[in-house]
């Protein structure tokens, strides 16, 4: 009989590899964009600027300052 090179492996059996010595299978994550990275992923949550940010009701901006904005006139607003 020849002799074991892998001791370690000697009482590995069919069920030890099935109930968890098989590799783990990862989450296939999709990349969004190759050269692009998220804003909230370059920016620390924990500034103080981007607290206030969060706080601003920016709809009231938006509805306040939307007559002063013309659909022909200059380039179109973009979206916040």
Known sequence: MA???FPETAN???ANWEN???P???EHKPQRELFRVELSLLVDASHPLVKLGGRINWTAFEEHLAPTY???TGAPGIDT
Do not use: Y
């Open 70 to 72: 013309h659909d022909k």
């Open 3 to 5: 002799a074991n090179i």
């Open 24 to 26: 783990k299978k990862s």
């Open 12 to 14: 590995l059996t069919q």
């Open 20 to 22: 968890g010595m098989k």
